[in-house]
């Protein structure tokens, strides 16, 4: 009994440790470049504009303090073993017809919820390339679905048939370490073991660069992105 304890004791020593040596990434992602203004969403004559209390635009480019671009979803590409969600279940919200948030990651497997917050009807389309389409009604407030989705897809898109312009992003991994920036373009991926990875920047009109990095155990660690507006066709 005693040496079972005993290692039992090493074993919860072992994982702390871990934890607690675990790198953490901070860093920006920029915008170079000038994009173009964001498009107003006409809610006359919809099923909207009675519910909706102010107007809205596309979410394109939302550029932030010093050329911070949000939206970005910035995760190891290569390099992370498969592991576990380390957060509660996901939401995908419907409110006030915009799905909120605009970009989001989960991990393969974990629960995503999707709920439909406007008095209202809305449909949930999910047109993925590599995981399975799903289509399905959410008619009453307060409305809850539950859905996984099983392989890693950076990014699946998600959109309302019933209002054209209603669209998601989600980016699904088989880990934990990723993140999307903030409004001023910031980032954290916390707990990354040591080692040697490629991180990628991923943006849905600027695209997506990546960098090769090696972290140890306890480092903090500083890595910055610039992307750039695409150049006219």
Sequence with gaps: MKFY????????LAAALQTVSAAEITGKITLKGQPK????????????????????????YMVGADKGLANVFVYIKQGAAPAPATAGEPLLDQLNCQYEPYVMGMVTGQKLKIRNSDPLLHNVHATPKVNKEFNFAQVTKGQINEKVFDKPEVLVRMKCDVHPWMFAYIGVVDHP??????KDGSFKISNLPAGKYTIEAMHLKAGAKQQEITVTGDEKKAVNFELEVPAAP
């Design 177 to 182: 370490y990723f993140a999307v920036t903030d």
């Design 5 to 12: 304890l005993s290692c039992v004791t090493m074993a919860v």
């Design 37 to 60: 203004p964001e498009t107003p969403i006409p809610l006359e004559g919809t099923t909207c504009g009675p519910v909706v209390p102010t107007a809205f635009t596309t979410r394109h």
